[in-house]
Structure formats: C-alpha cells, structure tokens
C-alpha cells in the first residue's frame, strides 16, 4: 500500500473557505480605516490651507486672502527659482494640495469680493462618498473648521469640529 503525501481535495477547500471567511471580515474594516485615514488628512490639509492664507494676507495685502489654491502652491521650479514666490505662486502648500486633490479629497477655495479680499472660504469634499471619506469640510478666515455629515457640501451653519 502506498502513502499519499500532499494535502486531498476536501482539506484544501476547507483552508480556501477559511481564508475566504477571514478576507470577508477584514476587508470592511480596511476600508473603514482607509476612509478614517483620508478625513484626518482633509482636516489636516485644511488647517494647512487656513495658515497659508494668513500668511499669504500678511505677505501680499494688496491683494488679500487668495482665491484658488494654485496662488497659495507652486511648482518646485516656480519655488526655488530666483525670482521665488509671488502673489500668483506663493509656494505656501504642497503642488499636490495645490492641485486641487489629495488623499481621496477634492479641495477648493474662494476669496470674497472685493480688493483686498478680506474673507474666504475653503472646502473639502470626497471624491466618492462612503468610500474615500465620508464628511464634508469646511472653514472660513475665522479658522473654524466645519464638518457636514452628508458629505456633499459644508457651511459656516454645519457643526464646528
């Protein structure tokens, strides 16, 4: 008689089946963490966006608050070039920020009317909601953050962080 080595059908079907029950438990809480990671980030990236702007306002108050990001970014070339920051490339965020998206967020900032600007505001919204973030995020030149639970827009009357 000889002896089988290797594993039989039954017992591999189990280990797969195993295997399967576990990826099934933790890939909901992956994607809860992942979602829990990009809103710190979205919190973390407007607070940032709240600093450059008090500077940028200090630096140009000619001009004011900034009205879009690009003003408050700059290429690396822009940043480290001889003539340097200007009120059009400020070099205060990262170009990634800067452009616009970052860490399953899209962000955006508008500076009231006016010369100088004196107020703005500064919005983050998931790409796609319930799977890149779930809250929207807001804040104006009081640097109060706001949050939203619908995730689709935020105001200055949505709840205070």
Known sequence: MKKQKGFSLIEL????????????????????????ANQSSAVGSLRTINTAQVTFQ???????YAATLAALGGSEATCTSATGASSTSACLIDPVLAAGTKSGYVFA????????AVTYTSLATPQVQGQTGQNAYCSDQSGVLFYDLSGTACSNGSSPL
């Open 13 to 36: 079907l189990i280990v797969v089946a195993i295997i399967l029950i576990i990826a099934a438990i933790a890939i909901p809480n992956l994607m809860r963490s992942k979602m829990a």
């Open 109 to 116: 900032v508008a500076a009231g009317g006016g010369t100088p």
């Open 58 to 64: 200090t630096n140009y108050p000619a001009v004011g």
